[in-house]
């Protein structure tokens, strides 16, 4: 059989599997996307479009130089990012952010899958992973996204080996260069362990201050849906807090086993553990929360190690289906039982629409080198691209999903000290890298 006869079947419509089925059929490969709506809806969706946004109309910063959400969009321009050509032809003025009028947005990749020849799109709800034979003629595409629909999920639980989440609970992450180290120590409690923590140790003082602002923090709204089930499974540190002035000192701030430079226990203490190999990120332990992100900033900055800290990523809560990718995806994001399937967007465990639509732009380019036998696009940890594809393929066992940061780069080979011109650097080698990438053909 010729390689042009393969083809590949792309389900779910958002973000994710409408940019990789519109890349796949523009570079000719016969495609079909499977979208359930307007048959069933998701508890969040409700348009009858492709591509639609299901919360804020904003795709973040777009700043190339200065924010990584920013740099993952221009990296994405460069790879034909029909996803991104979108938002920058439906914008609406929104300062340093591409905001989007969210029905142009949909309505305009809705209008480029229906012109787009080789693509055929199909309405219905898919209850299982399609098999394709491991040297067949077909690829799959999953890309159903946090709400995929109950059977296909179960489906996807049982081939992947249960390993399925089903909502996001993940803690802030900040910069370790940001911590002010004076006011923390490293070690682990009862000096077990490899003293990979860093303490950030709390006065009686300000260990209540700090507890009075968690309570009165502004929280995130919720859907319905979404708060029996979060809830059940993962308690928000500020819901803890609401317990009891001291229930945190006696569980995640608690200071039993750890001792400062001057051999005393401290009345609290926040640990951070390292969010990545190379030591530049850290998650805050136990901090999973729901307070707004200006919240989580004004509030946690109150930890004196933290008073400068730079939030890489804030905490999130909200339903959130997500394979466990490390144990299961390669780091092109196919599937390590049979190559022909690939994961793509939020699913994957990558976080935001921005880092969804890349991703299935990065499984469509995979899936299309291969069919049409070019040479293969290899996006290393210089650029966001490929930093978001080592971390959902890098064994973890508190995985969890994460959004574009500048933290996940591979640092750079001399350190800059200041912020503005290293991520300045950071972004202009991310560019290199991509345009050199494209440039094999
Ligand atoms: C409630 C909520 C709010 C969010 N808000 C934001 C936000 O404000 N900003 C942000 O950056 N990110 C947000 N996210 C996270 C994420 O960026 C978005 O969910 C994003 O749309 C994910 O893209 P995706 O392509 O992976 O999935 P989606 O865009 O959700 O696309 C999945 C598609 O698959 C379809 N589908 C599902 N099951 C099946 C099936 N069995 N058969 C066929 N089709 C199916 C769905 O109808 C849907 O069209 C939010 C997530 C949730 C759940």
Do not use: W
């Not at 700043?63 to 609406?92: H, P, W």
């Not at 930093?387 to 890098?394: D, E, F, P, V």
Request: charge should be neutral.
């Amino acid at each position: 059989m010729s390689n042009k006869q393969k083809e590949v079947v792309v389900i779910g419509g958002g973000l994710a599997g409408s940019e990789a089925a519109y890349y796949l059929a523009k570079n000719g490969i016969k495609t079909t996307l499977v979208e359930m709506k307007p048959k069933k809806f998701t508890p969040a969706h409700e348009s009858e479009n492709y591509g639609e946004l299901v919360c804020s109309n904003s795709l973040k910063s777009n700043d190339v130089y200065a924010n990584a959400c920013g740099l993952l969009k221009e990296e994405m321009r460069l790879l034909g990012s029909m996803i991104i050509e979108a938002a920058d032809e439906t914008k609406v003025p929104a300062g340093a952010a591409l905001a989007v009028d969210r029905d142009a947005f949909s309505g305009y990749i809705t209008k480029k899958l229906r012109s787009c020849p080789n693509l055929t799109l199909q309405t219905d709800e898919v209850f299982e992973i399609p098999e394709p034979q491991k040297d067949g003629d077909r690829y799959v595409i999953i890309a159903t996204g946090p709400l995929t629909s109950d059977a296909l999920a179960q489906d996807i639980r049982e081939k992947t080996g249960g390993g399925l989440h089903f909502y996001d609970a993940s803690a802030p992450i900040v910069s370790a260069e940001s911590i002010d180290y004076a006011q923390a120590f490293t070690g682990d409690r009862y000096g077990k362990g490899t003293g990979d923590y860093i303490n950030c140790p709390m006065t009686k003082d300000e260990y209540y201050a700090f507890v009075d602002a968690l309570l009165q923090a502004e929280r995130a709204d919720l859907h319905a849906f979404e708060k029996r089930e979060i809830f059940e499974g993962c308690m928000p540190v500020e819901i803890m807090a609401s317990r009891g002035k001291d229930t945190l000192r006696f569980g995640t701030l608690k200071p039993v086993g750890l001792f400062d430079g001057d051999g005393k226990r401290p009345y609290a203490v926040l640990q951070l553990r390292k969010e990545n190999e190379a030591g530049t990120a850290y998650n805050l332990v136990g901090f999973q929360t729901n307070l707004k992100f200006g919240e989580q900033k004004r509030v946690f900055s109150m930890i004196p190690a933290l008073r400068n800290a730079e939030f890489l990523r804030y905490g999130v809560m909200h339903r959130n289906t997500y394979i466990q990718s490390p144990d299961v995806l390669n780091r092109d994001f196919s599937f390590k039982n049979n190559r022909r399937i690939f994961f793509a967007g939020q699913i994957t465990g990558v976080e935001g629409y921005v880092e969804s639509a890349a991703s299935g732009l990065l499984a469509a380019i995979r899936i299309a080198d291969e069919i049409l036998e070019r040479p293969t696009h290899v996006f290393d940890d210089e650029t966001v691209c490929g930093a978001l594809q080592t971390h959902i393929s890098t064994p973890n066992k508190d995985f969890q999903p994460m959004n574009a940061n500048f933290g996940i780069l591979a640092p750079l080979p001399v350190r800059i000290r200041d912020k503005k011109e290293r991520y300045h650097a950071l972004a202009q080698r991310a560019l290199e890298k991509i345009r050199s990438e494209i440039a094999k053909g």
